[in-house]
């Protein structure tokens, strides 16, 4: 498996992510047993793994890829989420659209991918609307421990009111905060990006056989890994293609 | 020795360790760079030769005539793939030999034959920093002052070396590759101070530059390119920004260093703004993309000069400052000149700040030109980014119309040779990406050839009219530095793994070698202990146009590599990975 050492909820290096639970279903339904390359899911993450120079370096699945993502061979999909809207229940907010004018006014955060050009949906969309002086951004990179926590310590604090996050990086650690919290997805206007995704596993390109192997097991292991997707927290939406 | 003159002296006298060792640098003030040969010439003691960052050196013994014999006399492996930027250095009879991540060093044995090691430092780093370097894990060099080595290593550890023993004497954290830190630039040895810079301007890294005291390494000061005065040492930052944005706001210090010993100045290029999309960060984003004039002793600046203001590109401004003495317009000048990735060849008074001229060097259509009283480029509205359109055909790509790989000056010619790229680019939306496990859209960059479709060309410039003399065009990018010569014998490496000879006046082809693998290194050239003169070159392709070769990334994706593998994606059928020294010399 190819995943990010220090990513929670996703993956981490203690396995403890909801990626490395679902990897042990698929890999047990294979009768394969597990072993990994970590690797931080940034610029390179598919080159320095899947693709890696060395062969004893590579690896052969990659557990959570956005159907399309086409550094990968993709399965078919078996989860789709979307990015949410997170505050505090008790700050008599109701947010469900980017088009609520109280988002001109009120903290919002949001994640920065820290790449170049290369912005979450949400950060486009605000600045298409204008939306710009109240919008702070939260790192993604390595950091003491699980880097998407903090934005919604950040919310639970008070520091921002409204986060606008991926489902799956949120609803775990909203699950674990003590204040309740909204968790509402984000709906794409006419002319909006897309902000819900369906996400599957990736194989090396080209290797279909791989790539059928993995679908029928997820096909197969399909309600474990929605029990694993929902302890975890995972927004999860009606699957747009199930072809 | 004997032929310095007084300014010369002065200034050594303000290097306390120079004047005791008689290996040591000897400074060239701008200006004072004597077209003929001295002492100091023999050695190769900086990445850009001198303070002035000419690159040019007085050697004459290979020259316009001769040149055409010239054989190899040895090479050296340096045992790492990757690419190989920056370029060897020569002290006393010792040749020193860095690589990219782990960032080894070797010292050399010139008085003996076949160069044998005389001692090898391999650092100890956690392999988790090679992921955050942006573009390739290269490292562009050492630098030497005080009996020592300095080196910056990938994971923000600048180290110093006893240059006879490669003992650490000293090392120093400098930042934390966790927040997206890295150092890749070569460190400079001002005074008794060792200058360091920062990479992540991809990370929203808060670029500052850093000095740390040669004997013992503790940091004397830090200057910061964007926030209040009191950390950048010059007004005018926090209000070009939203809110506290200048806190990741990028105008990271990856590139060369210059320093004038007269005006006590140290010049350098900051890079992009950061993180957020162009629309996200309104305002000019001061100070990302300037050159600073600053004090070394304190950190304070003494000007600053933003060339591409709110930049929507990606045209870090951090080439090197290359310090020249030319006449401008009639007038004698004091000049700082840059070639900038943004297109335009910049020359300023170094003293003041003054824009003296700004001319495009490349295919230029971002901008119609600059506005010679304000110093803003004057902008061609159909060529912004943004992350709701589409836009082709953006002049120069964010490649750059030059690179990190440093020009050369020669005060024979009075002429600057560049290696610039000829590359567009196509800025485009949507496409689902994937980091730190969220999907997301993003607008994606494709490079590609520009007009006539060379991908890169070799220039002459003429800093006096600030128009081009003569070009050689190359099939590839011209991704390595430049050597000028006493000996009207200008060098330059390909990506195709060519070493090139060609004459300093006309451009006229006289040799080539093809080197083991790509170069994107500088060549240099000295004097060994037996009294030949000889030219050296590191070969190893990768850096930011060869990362497809380097981490063998195939050409069906154009837009990985942020965009490199759309102009790159042949380069693996003329270069294969593997860093080579090779050392040439006169039959």
Same mark, same amino acid.
């Given at each position: 498996?190819?995943?990010?050492?220090?990513?929670?909820?996703?993956?981490?290096?203690?396995?403890?992510?909801?990626?490395?639970?679902?990897?042990?279903?698929?890999?047990?339904?294979?009768?394969?047993?597990?072993?990994?390359?970590?690797?931080?899911?940034?610029?390179?993450?598919?080159?320095?793994?899947?693709?890696?120079?060395?062969?004893?370096?590579?690896?052969?699945?990659?557990?959570?890829?956005?159907?399309?993502?086409?550094?990968?061979?993709?399965?078919?999909?078996?989860?789709?989420?979307?990015?949410?809207?997170?505050?505090?229940?008790?700050?008599?907010?109701?947010?469900?659209?980017?088009?609520?004018?109280?988002?001109?006014?009120?903290?919002?955060?949001?994640?920065?991918?820290?790449?170049?050009?290369?912005?979450?949906?949400?950060?486009?969309?605000?600045?298409?609307?204008?939306?710009?002086?109240?919008?702070?951004?939260?790192?993604?990179?390595?950091?003491?421990?699980?880097?998407?926590?903090?934005?919604?310590?950040?919310?639970?604090?008070?520091?921002?009111?409204?986060?606008?996050?991926?489902?799956?990086?949120?609803?775990?650690?909203?699950?674990?905060?003590?204040?309740?919290?909204?968790?509402?997805?984000?709906?794409?206007?006419?002319?909006?990006?897309?902000?819900?995704?369906?996400?599957?596993?990736?194989?090396?390109?080209?290797?279909?056989?791989?790539?059928?192997?993995?679908?029928?097991?997820?096909?197969?292991?399909?309600?474990?890994?929605?029990?694993?997707?929902?302890?975890?927290?995972?927004?999860?939406?009606?699957?747009?293609?199930?072809? | 020795?004997?032929?310095?003159?007084?300014?010369?002296?002065?200034?050594?006298?303000?290097?306390?360790?120079?004047?005791?060792?008689?290996?040591?640098?000897?400074?060239?003030?701008?200006?004072?760079?004597?077209?003929?040969?001295?002492?100091?010439?023999?050695?190769?003691?900086?990445?850009?030769?001198?303070?002035?960052?000419?690159?040019?050196?007085?050697?004459?013994?290979?020259?316009?005539?001769?040149?055409?014999?010239?054989?190899?006399?040895?090479?050296?492996?340096?045992?790492?793939?990757?690419?190989?930027?920056?370029?060897?250095?020569?002290?006393?009879?010792?040749?020193?030999?860095?690589?990219?991540?782990?960032?080894?060093?070797?010292?050399?044995?010139?008085?003996?034959?076949?160069?044998?090691?005389?001692?090898?430092?391999?650092?100890?780093?956690?392999?988790?920093?090679?992921?955050?370097?942006?573009?390739?894990?290269?490292?562009?060099?050492?630098?030497?002052? $005080?009996?020592?080595?300095?080196?910056?290593?990938?994971?923000?550890?600048?180290?110093?070396?006893?240059?006879?023993?490669?003992?650490?004497?000293?090392?120093?954290?400098?930042?934390?590759?966790?927040?997206?830190?890295?150092?890749?630039?070569?460190?400079?040895?001002?005074?008794?101070?060792?200058?360091?810079?920062?990479?992540?301007?991809?990370?929203?890294?808060?670029?500052?530059?850093?000095?740390?005291?040669?004997?013992?390494?503790?940091?004397?000061?830090?200057?910061?390119?964007?926030?209040?005065?009191?950390?950048?040492?010059?007004?005018?930052?926090?209000?070009?920004?939203?809110?506290?944005?200048?806190?990741?706001?990028?105008?990271?210090?990856?590139?060369?260093?210059?320093?004038?010993?007269?005006?006590?100045?140290?010049?350098?290029?900051?890079?992009?703004?950061?993180?957020?999309?162009?629309?996200?960060?309104?305002? $000019?984003?001061?100070?990302?993309?300037?050159?600073?004039?600053?004090?070394?002793?304190?950190?304070?600046?003494?000007?600053?000069?933003?060339?591409?203001?709110?930049?929507?590109? $990606?045209?870090?401004?951090?080439?090197?400052?290359?310090?020249?003495?030319?006449?401008?317009? *009639?007038?004698?000048?004091?000049?700082?000149?840059?070639?900038?990735?943004?297109?335009?060849?910049?020359?300023?008074?170094?003293?003041?700040?003054?824009?003296?001229?700004? $001319?495009?060097?490349?295919?230029?259509?971002?901008?119609?030109?600059?506005?010679?009283?304000?110093?803003?480029?004057?902008?061609?509205?159909?060529?912004?980014?943004?992350?709701?359109?589409?836009?082709?055909?953006?002049?120069?790509?964010?490649? *750059?119309?030059?690179?990190?790989?440093?020009?050369?000056?020669?005060?024979?010619?009075?002429?600057?040779?560049?290696?610039?790229?000829?590359?567009?680019?196509?800025?485009?939306?949507?496409?689902?990406?994937?980091?730190?496990?969220?999907?997301?859209?993003?607008?994606?960059?494709?490079?590609?050839?520009?007009?006539?479709?060379?991908?890169?060309?070799?220039?002459?410039?003429?800093?006096?009219?600030?128009?081009?003399?003569?070009?050689?065009?190359?099939?590839?990018?011209?991704?390595?530095?430049?050597?000028?010569?006493?000996?009207?014998?200008?060098?330059?490496?390909?990506?195709?793994?060519?070493?090139?000879?060609?004459?300093?006046?006309?451009?006229?082809?006289?040799?080539?070698?093809?080197?083991?693998?790509?170069?994107?290194?500088?060549?240099?050239?000295?004097?060994?202990?037996?009294?030949?003169?000889?030219?050296?070159?590191?070969?190893?392709?990768? *850096?930011?146009? *060869?990362?497809?070769?380097?981490?063998?990334?195939?050409?069906?994706?154009?837009?990985?590599?942020?965009?490199?593998?759309?102009?790159?994606?042949?380069?693996?059928?003329?270069?294969?990975?593997?860093?080579?020294?090779?050392?040439?010399?006169?039959?």
């Amino acid at each position: 498996m190819c995943a990010d050492p220090e990513n929670l909820p996703f993956s981490n290096q203690k396995l403890e992510g909801f990626e490395n639970r679902i990897a042990e279903v698929v890999a047990k339904d294979l009768g394969a047993s597990v072993s990994y390359i970590w690797w931080g899911q940034r610029r390179g993450f598919i080159r320095n793994t899947m693709n890696a120079t060395l062969k004893e370096g590579r690896c052969d699945v990659m557990i959570g890829a956005p159907e399309g993502y086409d550094l990968v061979r993709t399965t078919k999909p078996y989860y789709r989420s979307t990015y949410v809207f997170v505050y505090r229940k008790d700050k008599g907010l109701q947010i469900t659209s980017l088009d609520d004018p109280i988002l001109k006014t009120i903290r919002i955060g949001v994640h920065l991918l820290g790449d170049d050009y290369s912005n979450p949906p949400p950060v486009h969309e605000l600045s298409k609307r204008g939306i710009v002086g109240n919008v702070k951004g939260f790192d993604t990179f390595y950091s003491a421990q699980n880097p998407p926590s903090t934005i919604i310590d950040a919310v639970a604090g008070g520091k921002i009111d409204v986060a606008i996050v991926w489902g799956p990086a949120a609803g775990y650690f909203v699950l674990h905060q003590p204040v309740p919290m909204a968790v509402v997805p984000v709906p794409s206007g006419k002319g909006d990006l897309p902000f819900a995704f369906d996400i599957s596993m990736g194989v090396k390109r080209g290797n279909d056989a791989l790539s059928a192997e993995v679908e029928m097991a997820l096909v197969r292991k399909h309600a474990e890994i929605m029990q694993i997707l929902k302890d975890a927290g995972v927004p999860l939406l009606e699957k747009r293609v199930a072809k | 020795m004997k032929r310095l003159s007084t300014l010369l002296l002065a200034t050594i006298a303000l290097l306390p360790f120079a004047a005791a060792c008689d290996t040591g640098p000897v400074v060239q003030a701008p200006g004072t760079s004597s077209a003929s040969a001295s002492a100091e010439d023999k050695q190769w003691t900086m990445q850009n030769k001198n303070y002035a960052s000419t690159r040019y050196s007085a050697l004459g013994e290979i020259n316009a005539g001769n040149v055409k014999t010239l054989k190899v006399a040895w090479s050296f492996s340096t045992g790492v793939l990757r690419g190989h930027e920056g370029g060897p250095l020569v002290v006393g009879s010792t040749m020193y030999v860095h690589t990219p991540f782990p960032n080894i060093v070797y010292a050399l044995d010139l008085t003996k034959e076949g160069a044998p090691v005389k001692w090898k430092y391999v650092p100890k780093q956690d392999p988790k920093v090679i992921p955050v370097a942006c573009c390739d894990t290269v490292n562009r060099g050492l630098a030497y002052g $005080d009996g020592r080595i300095f080196q910056n290593q990938l994971d923000n550890t600048t180290v110093a070396l006893d240059a006879e023993t490669g003992k650490e004497l000293w090392k120093v954290k400098q930042g934390d590759y966790k927040v997206g830190q890295t150092i890749t630039a070569a460190p400079l040895v001002i005074k008794d101070k060792v200058i360091s810079g920062v990479s992540g301007g991809e990370f929203g890294v808060r670029g500052y530059l850093t000095a740390n005291d040669v004997k013992t390494g503790k940091q004397v000061w830090r200057m910061y390119s964007t926030g209040p005065e009191e950390e950048v040492g010059f007004p005018g930052s926090v209000e070009t920004w939203k809110g506290d944005e200048w806190k990741r706001g990028g105008g990271t210090t990856w590139g060369w260093y210059s320093y004038d010993a007269e005006l006590d100045l140290l010049y350098y290029g900051t890079g992009n703004p950061g993180s957020w999309n162009p629309d996200q960060r309104p305002g $000019d984003n001061k100070w990302s993309m300037t050159i600073f004039a600053r004090n070394p002793d304190t950190g304070k600046a003494k000007w600053a000069f933003q060339k591409t203001p709110h930049d929507r590109w $990606d045209y870090d401004g951090i080439n090197e400052m290359v310090l020249i003495d030319v006449t401008i317009k *009639g007038q004698p000048r004091r000049v700082l000149a840059n070639f900038d990735r943004n297109g335009f060849a910049y020359m300023l008074d170094r003293a003041t700040g003054e824009l003296l001229a700004a $001319d495009p060097f490349v295919v230029v259509n971002w901008a119609t030109g600059v506005d010679l009283k304000t110093g803003r480029p004057i902008e061609n509205p159909e060529k912004q980014t943004s992350s709701t359109k589409n836009t082709k055909d953006i002049c120069p790509s964010a490649m *750059g119309g030059k690179n990190q790989q440093p020009v050369a000056y020669s005060p024979k010619t009075n002429l600057i040779y560049v290696p610039t790229n000829n590359l567009c680019m196509d800025y485009e939306g949507v496409q689902v990406k994937y980091q730190a496990g969220q999907p997301y859209v993003g607008a994606i960059v494709v490079s590609h050839a520009g007009p006539g479709g060379n991908r890169g060309e070799f220039i002459a410039w003429d800093p006096t009219t600030n128009k081009k003399v003569w070009g050689v065009k190359e099939g590839l990018a011209n991704w390595g530095g430049a050597l000028a010569t006493g000996g009207d014998v200008v060098f330059y490496g390909t990506m195709e793994g060519w070493l090139k000879a060609v004459d300093a006046k006309t451009g006229a082809p006289l040799w080539k070698f093809k080197t083991p693998s790509g170069i994107i290194g500088n060549p240099m050239t000295y004097v060994g202990p037996d009294g030949k003169q000889y030219v050296a070159v590191l070969s190893g392709i990768g *850096g930011w146009s *060869g990362i497809g070769v380097a981490a063998e990334i195939g050409a069906e994706d154009p837009t990985a590599g942020l965009g490199a593998l759309g102009a790159f994606g042949d380069v693996a059928n003329f270069s294969n990975q593997g860093g080579v020294l090779t050392v040439f010399s006169l039959p």
